[in-house]
């Protein structure tokens, strides 16, 4: 290992072990700090996810975000969610098996009440959003289960703050979609999948949730 990818994963170790606190970061809004696991692993992992999907050779997996992305979780509740996206590999997913073991995550995942946790940091390349991985920070939402239409007012406005928030943090963000949106980027400069082939249909969050979500937001 060379002396440059020591001190990268030195960093991170130190980064992660403090609840990767980003003195950056002071939000209006309480953000629970719930660190994912990402370790030496996952780092590497995103690393070859970026190489083999982006064409991007880089000890780093800074991202410079130009787009937020909101989800579900297709999952009832809070542990479930957590349990699902902290491990570095993925599993049980055959959909998206073919993409590579780098496992999904988001950025932020917000819980039925409203309560906002931070997973990893936000200029991170987290795995969720196929082709504009590399330009967005990924909300999921818990819910959108059985009848695809749980999610709370209270993760509404939640979503509503978070944005806002970002959008202060980072000037850069021009983009607000919802997962079922991002057809829409596949035939334009900020699509960056290099495999025509590798694309799967979503509805989350839902059309209702985005409504509501933009009707709070405004310009994005």
């Known amino acids: 290992m060379n002396k440059t ?3 990268i994963l030195l960093i991170t170790s130190i980064f992660i072990l403090s609840g990767f606190k980003d ?4 939000p209006n809004i309480p953000i ?3 660190p994912i696991l990402f370790d030496k692993q996952r780092i590497e992992l995103t690393q070859e996810y970026r190489l083999k999907h982006y064409g991007i050779k880089s000890q780093s997996i800074v991202i410079q975000p130009q787009m937020i992305v909101l989800h579900w979780t297709n999952t009832k509740d809070l542990q479930t969610s957590y349990a699902h996206l902290y491990p570095a590999s993925l599993s049980g997913r055959p959909d998206i098996a073919k993409g590579g073991n780098l496992n999904v995550s ?3 995942l917000v819980d039925h009440n409203g309560k906002i946790y931070q997973l990893m940091p936000s200029n991170w390349m987290a795995r969720h959003i196929i082709g504009l991985n590399n330009i967005a920070i990924g909300i ?3 819910g959108g289960t059985h009848d695809r239409d ?3 007012a209270a993760q509404v406005n939640a979503n509503v703050a978070l944005v806002k928030f970002l959008k202060t943090q980072y000037p850069s963000i ?7 949106e991002y057809s829409k980027f596949r035939n334009t400069n900020l699509w960056q999948e ?12 839902g059309e209702k949730f985005m409504r509501l979500v933009r009707l709070q937001v405004g310009t994005l």
């Open 5 to 7: 990818v020591q001190i």
């Open 23 to 26: 003195k950056e970061i002071q």
């Open 32 to 34: 629970i700090q719930k």
């Open 106 to 108: 988001a950025h932020f």
């Open 140 to 142: 999921e939402n818990i």
């Open 150 to 152: 749980d999610l709370t």
């Open 174 to 180: 021009k983009y607000l979609i919802g997962h079922y």
């Open 194 to 205: 290099k495999n025509n082939h590798y694309f799967t249909h979503k509805s989350d969050p």
